[in-house]
């Protein structure tokens, strides 16, 4: 049997590499080989271990889409704590994940001040958001960590799913964030961004929403 070193291997933006039989004391030390300090994401279900590595563009869809995220959340004036491309995992159920980004909304509160997480005791992000296709071995993850809400930002398009009954179904709207038409203003905002910046873009972005929210409140002050 070849025993190869995980420097050895590499892997170029925008594309992954999935190693089979991983156990989960592996999987543990491939974490701790990588260390937090990299580029790459990890996925690991059920003895399948993907390692992907984000392209520049790649990157900036995500942190856009984190930027608009944080946007809705201040302008709703909704608590929340941010957390990444943390890791979370549970070896009972034999899964791993690192989103794009990810928020807890609902649970921002028990989050405050965690260094660490433990996903026995504390509870997955509310909202997860990952760029470019999420193979199975990620959405299996998810499903079963139990994350409700996963954005899919795919081939320029928005797709939202929520965890019903243990498995994702696509909606149309964000249940965090029912008020807003997210898929389509999201993909094109993101549009924009190619032609006129990040900083444009987010400022435009943030007006939207109040805009909305003002036409929202015009419309629930009308008599009936």
């Not at 201040?74 to 994940?97: H, P, V, W, Y």
């Not at 609902?106 to 296709?133: C, F, N, R, S, Y």
């Not at 909606?171 to 999201?186: A, E, L, M, W, Y």
Request: charged residues 30%.
């Amino acid at each position: 049997m070849v025993t190869l070193q995980l420097r050895q291997l590499v892997v170029y933006p925008g594309q992954r590499i999935q190693l089979q039989e991983v156990s989960w004391n592996e999987f543990e030390a491939i974490l701790d080989e990588l260390g937090d300090k990299r580029a790459c994401r990890i996925a690991y279900s059920d003895g399948v271990l993907e390692i992907r590595m984000p392209s520049p563009k790649h990157e900036k869809a995500k942190v856009l889409i984190g930027d608009m995220v944080k946007i809705l959340l201040e302008e709703l004036d909704l608590n929340n704590e941010c957390f990444g491309s943390s890791t979370f995992k549970r070896q009972e159920m034999a899964k791993g994940i690192e989103p794009d980004d990810c928020f807890y909304i609902e649970h921002a509160a028990q989050m405050i001040g965690k260094d660490q997480l433990d996903l026995t005791i504390d509870p997955p992000p509310d909202l997860a958001i990952e760029v470019d296709v999420t193979s199975k071995t990620g959405l299996d993850a998810y499903q079963t960590l139990g994350v409700p809400e996963l954005w899919r930002f795919e081939d320029g398009r928005l797709r939202i799913s929520v965890l019903q009954d243990g498995q994702y179904q696509d909606v149309n709207t964000s249940p965090h964030f029912p008020q807003f038409p997210i898929i389509d203003g999201i993909s094109q905002f993101l549009d924009r961004s190619q032609t006129e910046g990040r900083s444009q873009t987010l400022k435009a972005f943030r007006q939207w929403v109040r805009e909305l929210q003002k036409n929202l409140g015009d419309r629930s002050a009308e008599p009936r």
